[in-house]
């Protein structure tokens, strides 16, 4: 029994390890990220951004050491809104009126435009313990 058990688990592991690893946080709001990222970041509060032009639910921006950063927030229940997040981790940008920007996923989150900020290191760190 135990050698069929181990087989079964052996095989379990095999069959996820290709799986994309997902963090869990539809649940969570934009405005919860934005004061986790406050908090953590230092920055303010620089507004809401448009969702229309990559059809996020929600997103704002903040201004980090002097520089926007921007946050979308995607409902992951539907398909398009997964397929988005997927998007950017496999080619680590996304575009949005026709311009590209680097990008990062978090569960239903998308961070964008970090990558030449002074405090990226500490915007990624903050991001992804969300």
Not at 18 to 32: D, F, I, L, W, Y
Not at 103 to 116: H, K, P, Q
Request: a positive charge; proline letters at 2%.
């Amino acid at each position: 029994m135990f050698r069929y058990l181990c087989f079964f688990f052996a095989a379990a592991v095999i069959l996820f390890s290709g799986c994309r690893s997902t963090v869990e946080n539809n649940h969570r709001t934009a405005q919860e990220l934005c004061r986790y990222m406050m908090q953590r970041t230092g920055g303010t509060f620089d507004g809401t951004m448009a969702v229309e032009p990559i059809h996020a639910d929600e997103g704002f921006a903040l201004k980090v050491a002097n520089r926007q950063v921007a946050f979308y927030k995607f409902n992951t229940k539907y398909k398009k809104a997964r397929a988005k997040i997927e998007y950017v981790d496999k080619n680590g940008f996304i575009y949005i009126y026709g311009f590209k920007f680097p990008a990062v996923s978090r569960g239903s989150f998308i961070m964008v435009d970090y990558e030449e900020n002074p405090l990226k290191d500490k915007l990624l760190e903050a991001f992804n313990s969300f």
